[in-house]
């Protein structure tokens, strides 16, 4: 009898403190020796010449099932996570908000055979509805998603409902990812702005402003610090905003800070060409490639913690129908997400320890899924990615897996190509297309375990 399942035999494996060769056994869904040992094994696959990283684990995400199924749902959202080297993802529906503990449990049930990859489910805090954070978290929620401006249809939190939450979470040391926008700053913002008739495309970053991005960021950070609560500041757009942060930490505040390819790689101006199909928000804010690369810095040093894709699809048709102020926010991203790591990689900005640490290590930490996600060790899931490291492709919306079946960095041509993908040791994608039956599994959040 073999003594492992599979051997994936001759690679350079890649973990956030460096690179070596070794190949890595598995038995039982888990990895049972990362080194030069070559076990014998039901299946043997050669990895010369490739690189050998943790799956990605993508902590911002919204597949909208149930709840907006036309934009997304698991089968389609979990493909496009398979096929770009996600394993992991945690997801929230704006649509069909989580917040009691029967949400969670109908929508666990629902999901079952619908994911290609592992997930986790995170509910909405709703002002004033703290007496509801203890009872989800020990019911297994990932985290709760706050916002502190009224965003798609979910009321946001002003300075006191803010605190009154993070206080209720930081009795059972539960976390909060926060969308940062202050809704005094974004409503007068809107109500001008109507006031003076503008429906163009470049209103966007008028009423969702760096303003109000940032008076939130200072806000909520020093809240986080001030309650001892745990967070993470979501879709960090810019190095100010990152600075507030950083500042904050430094005096104790447990928050961490997550980017998204969007803010590296956009541009302010896009809005003005590209109208809908740039709308998110907080909008980009980089104009320049020193902007740019302001941001690589600042992921590079750990000032900006991870990277997530925040992906949120709507298709090409969901975004015609209607004007600027009507249409969908959000962008696609898991298509591309660990592609554009992977680029980075190759273009200097980062290095593949760097991408190992961003996107598996460093938000499986923060969502308390380490050490069973995000890195490749013994007793670790073997959820794993193959790269062929000097492969070049240009990303096509023809090759979108999401619904979305668009990406906004079509035409970009990238380095780096993920080959195959196994969660839990099994092939769940090879190639750009996902592979065999949907074998996902739901990961109950820490406060559950």
């Known amino acids: 009898m073999p003594d492992v399942d599979l051997l994936v035999a001759g690679g350079t494996v890649v973990s956030p403190t460096g690179r070596r060769p070794a190949n890595v056994a598995v038995r039982d869904g888990r990895v049972v020796a990362v080194g030069q040992e070559r076990p ?11 690189l050998v990283l943790p799956g990605g684990v993508d902590t911002h995400v919204h597949l909208m099932d149930p709840g907006a199924p036309d934009r997304e749902d698991f089968p389609s959202g ?22 009691t503990p029967t949400d969670l449990r109908v929508k666990v049930g629902h999901l079952q055979g619908r994911s290609h990859v592992d997930f986790g489910l995170a ?14 978290w020990a019911a297994g929620v ?28 930081a009795l059972v040391d539960a976390v909060s990812l926060l969308h940062c926008e202050d809704e005094a700053l974004t409503e007068g913002a809107e109500s001008v702005l109507r006031a003076e008739g503008r429906d163009d495309p470049g209103l966007l970053t008028e009423w969702r402003s760096l303003d109000a991005e940032l008076v939130a960021v200072a806000v909520a950070s020093l809240l986080v610090r001030r309650t001892g609560a745990r967070a993470t500041a979501a879709h960090v757009s810019n190095a100010e905003s990152a600075g507030y ?22 541009r302010e101006e896009e809005v003005l060409g590209h109208g809908a199909l740039r709308k998110f928000t907080p909008p980009a804010r980089s104009r320049t490639d020193e902007d740019e690369a302001e941001l690589w810095r600042l992921l590079r040093d750990g000032t900006l913690t991870h990277m997530s894709s925040d992906h949120a699809p709507s298709t090409l048709e969901q975004k015609a129908d209607g004007d600027i102020w009507s249409v969908h926010f959000g962008l696609p991203g898991l298509d591309s ?32 899924l380490w050490p069973r996600k995000g890195r490749l060790a013994p007793g670790s899931d073997a959820d794993l990615v193959l790269v062929d490291p000097h492969a070049r492709r240009t990303l096509r919306n023809a090759d979108v897996l999401s619904k979305a079946r ?28 996902p592979v065999g039956e949907r074998r996902g599994t739901f990961l109950p959040g820490a406060g559950a375990r």
């Open 142 to 169: 990932a985290f709760f998603k706050v916002f502190t401006c009224t965003t798609h249809g979910v009321p946001g939190h002003d300075a006191h409902a803010l605190r009154a939450h993070l206080r209720a979470s």
């Open 337 to 368: 997400t660990m592609a554009v790591l992977l680029d980075a990689a190759a273009r200097g900005h980062l290095a593949y320890e760097d991408v190992a640490r961003v996107y598996s290590e460093a938000p499986a930490r923060q969502y308390g």
């Open 245 to 266: 942060i950083a500042a904050e930490r430094a005096r104790g505040a447990r928050l961490a800070a997550e980017g998204c390819p969007q803010y590296f790689l956009l």
């Open 78 to 99: 979990s493909a496009a996570a398979a096929a770009s080297g996600v394993t992991t993802v945690l997801e929230h529906t704006h649509g069909r908000p989580v917040r």
């Open 123 to 136: 509910a909405h805090a709703w002002p004033g509805d703290t007496d509801a954070v203890a009872g989800l």
């Open 406 to 433: 668009w990406t906004p960095f079509d035409g970009r041509e990238v380095t780096g190509r993920v080959l195959r993908t196994y969660v839990r040791g099994a092939l769940v994608a090879a190639d750009g297309a």
């Open 40 to 50: 014998s094994a039901s299946e043997v696959v050669d990895a010369s010449g490739l």
